[in-house]
């Protein structure tokens, strides 16, 4: 049969297969990304229907907008095409309906040469067919461009499809890419697999994809390295993972090679925090930095005004969800009049306030400020915080924090006998504990001030860290953000070397912060991104402050 002949027939029989996982993911609130100002310009979905609520899930982040061509990116399970990549003509039928081809774009995409040609591949892909129910639901009267990877395509094959795919995409363009995970593997080492990719998503580095492996990793690594680098050139789109699980899940029986899925959306156009307001099987904390409530901070940070506007910012990012900071400095009932500027001191009353306002539930005092009145000042302080149950990150010691652990380190203090070089071999040792599961999470202070990237001392630190098992490096101190988070031997542990400032008295001449999202999934695994934030010092002192008459 050639390309140029009617649909492909009917792959699936049941409609329900289809309809129920739909009914079964719509949003409680019937949320969709219509309803805010971003744009969904790419979903990742799986092609196993095993996992149809997760596909179904997918669609609805981009349910309600009006799209012009669905682009479908998919690995060539079978090795149907005769060339890297492989497209079609022929529209197809469907369960729900049928789903058309774009020929113009079709056209436009083939190259005619060796590279890009029609084939009759989709007829069985699964990697498609699977797919096209929803499309068909979603997005009735919208044609796709089906694109095929094949297994043995270069990574200059894959930047050829990039360009070639580019005049095609416009504003009202969605990309639909179509992949399953790590493939054929014990569950135990699935999730370390995934963890490996969910790093190097978190990196936003398609260049690093492209070296991750096939079959153990995803499936389509070529579909993968070429979403993200339309996202990336053609959007500016920004990527969250919304989901991750495993075969395993879906069953009681224990499997012997299971197959993890992913959830991605690509968003443009507006902060993407509240796409997660209906996510499940996830718990989302946010990592912020230095931290001091106190000071410069002090008259503020009390005032009512300033302080609804400041933490009402703050709140539309994390939506109330859990935080965990630095706390530079010491909390006292009493703050004598009389301190150096460099003894970082808070009072009680308003420190307490914002930790609870803002939903804190963990702080850092693995640092070089929080011992400045002396120890006792310092066991006081911690015995206050646990009473209000706050968690406490003290040197060298590891907290529990539900979906994972945490330590507080801190590589020096102001002063002493032994005042730098504080993580030692000893020290690290002392927490590895290969029978606790992961993620275990290092909270380090740690580099020079003013620097946004890790030096010789915080690189073999990382390495120590990474050794003994710590699956994200989280730093502070440099008072500075660092712009982005980098993964360490190929995707094991992930790194932000500086989160910056927080809330601190330096204006944004010699200070910046970001938030750190992590969002943990039920398996065990977890994706992070950066949050840009202003400079809260700068914008309190902007606010007109309360008139008291």
Known sequence: ??????RYPQFYQLAAEFTDAIAKAKPDNAWTAADRDAAVTGITVPHHLLASDLIAKGFWYAAGHDYDRIVVLLPDHFKGAHTAIATTRRGFETVLGPVDVDGEAVDALVDGGQHIAPSDLFEREHGIRALLPFIRHFFPNVPVVPVAIAPGAKKRDWDALVERLKPLLTPKTLIVQSTDFSHFLPMAKAVQRDQEVLNTLSSGSAEEVATLLPVEHMDAIGAQYVQMKLQKDVFGAE????????????TTVEIDETTSYMVQVFLRGADAAPVLDTIDGQQVFYFAGDTLLGRNLTYLLADRTVAAAVSENILDITRYRPIVLNLEGVILDEVPESMRYSTMTMPSGIAVNWL?????????????????????AFAEMRAQLEELEIAVLAQ???????????????????????????ITADLLDGLFDPSKAPPLIAFVHWGAEGETEAGAREEDLSQEL????????????????????????????????????FIFDQTAE??????????FFDQGTFFSRLIPIPNYYDAMREIPRTRID
């Open 1 to 6: 049969m050639g390309q140029d002949a009617g």
């Open 239 to 250: 990527l969250i993972v919304v989901a991750n699980a495993n075969s395993q899940s879906y």
């Open 356 to 376: 609870h306002r803002l939903g804190v539930v963990a702080v850092s005092l693995a640092n070089n400020h929080t011992s400045d009145m002396g120890p006792t």
């Open 396 to 422: 060298g010691e590891i907290v529990d924090l539900g979906p994972f652990r945490a330590a507080g380190l801190t590589d020096f203090r102001n002063a002493g006998p032994a005042a730098g070089n504080l």
């Open 466 to 501: 990474r050794i003994r098992g710590f699956s994200a490096i989280i730093g502070v101190h440099s008072h500075r953000a660092s712009a982005k988070i980098e993964t360490l031997a190929g995707g094991q542990t992930q790194r932000v070397y500086s989160l910056g400032n």
């Open 510 to 519: 010699t200070a910046s912060g970001v938030l750190l999202e992590v969002r």
